[in-house]
């Protein structure tokens, strides 16, 4: 009994010296309540990165435990290393370009298209060496640090409202949106999960985005099993109970970037384009993946309590570090770019504030390798209310706008733009790009040039070239 206590005891001093849980103001059941639900919310992407990818000619089950892996190297990178929960997998965007413009689109092989993703990582991985992340995070004025954050929130909001299917596009450019079918079996699962979430937090209860997962599961179960399996059709192993707890994971993806296919070394594939055009895919791709991740710490960073005053984030190198080599070692995993996600929020609204809520989170990834047709069970839809409720706790620091002082006209249509241009266009990079140029242009124009410092001029002629994109790939191609 004393050899038990002893042990106990020293994983207990560990975990203090390791993430200092105390001395941030949590308890170790809270950091493990906050990674649980920062996994459940995430788990989704095991199975939607391998159905985008196995669209591309990869391997389904090589495609979910690649990025089972990943995702958990990723995050516990950031739980060992940054010390924050903050949690990272495949990031849901470039995959799709990989999947659809690289691919299908550039007639790329699939291993090709992973190599311009890691290409794009080494490319952000000399952009931290050289101190350029940090810099410009460090640029940014913090009012516009607030929209990004409230703007991610809206974001985050309309992903669980469309993927809970309470919105749905209508293809009609006068009505682009319209309200989901209420009376579907999804939308029903959605509701259900809203509902009993919302009265969770409302009453107060700890675990509320955790339990409100589990029990939308369980009423996307009973609804998928009440119209015969109709509803989750068409994704195996979602909404069912499995036939199997295990599976023999399938590695098959790793270093397949460093192969050679169809006479071509597949890291270099994207040069058959024309330099200019590969050169031009890279950058793209880097863009949106620099700032997708800045926007997603801040506004993370934001709802935990440690961002500063000035903006300014302690150890935030650390945290864009692992980032940047989540960014390389995805395309080299073969699981699409890895990026930190926004849904990190979710655990933090459990009130997770080091890196050990990060550390559950990744233990649960790596279980998940061969756990696979149990964290499959989770629809979408059993996720979607947690995700509307993080977009309000990501939303919330844009009220306090007002203590900071008076907001000029640049800055305020700057804010706006950020804001509402991420959720109308699903980009967290076009609303950072849209406000930044806007900031830029509209201070030029009152007179205060000066106000825009040196980092931020660099960003936003490189937004510049991100927005004139289909135009330059145009003009280089002819």
Known sequence: ????????????DWIERQFHVRAAGSTIGTEVRGGITNFLVMSYILVVNAIILSGAGIPFPAVVAATALMAALFTAGMALWANYPYAGAAGLGINAVVAFGLVKGAGLSWQGAMGVVALEGLAICVAMALGVRKALLDAVPVPIKLGIGAGIGAFIFAIGFFNGGLAVGTGNPSDPVALGNLNSGTAIVTIGGLLLTAFLYARNVKGALIL?????????????????????????????????????????????VFTSVNGSFALLEVFKLGFFVAILTVFSLMLSD????????????????????????????????VDSLGALFGGIFGTSSNTTYIESGAGVAEGAKTGLASLVTAVLFLLAIFLAPIAGIVPQQATAPALMLVGWFMFKPILDLNKIGNIDFATGFAVLLTLFVMPLTYSITNGVGAGFIAYAALKVASGKAKDVSVPLWVATAAFAIYFADPWLRQFLSR
């Open 290 to 321: 620099f700032f997708d991740t800045a926007g997603t710490v801040v506004s993370v960073a934001s709802e935990g309590g440690w961002l500063k005053k000035d903006g300014s984030i302690d150890r935030a190198d650390r945290v864009f570090w």
């Open 212 to 256: 409100g997962i589990i029990g939308a599961t369980i009423i996307g179960i009973a609804v998928n099993a009440a119209t015969a399996g109709a509803t989750y059709g068409a994704l195996p192993g979602v909404a069912v109970m499995p036939k199997t707890l295990f599976s023999t994971p399938d590695f098959s993806t790793i270093g397949a």
């Open 1 to 12: 009994m004393a050899a038990r206590t002893a042990a106990v005891g020293g994983s207990t």
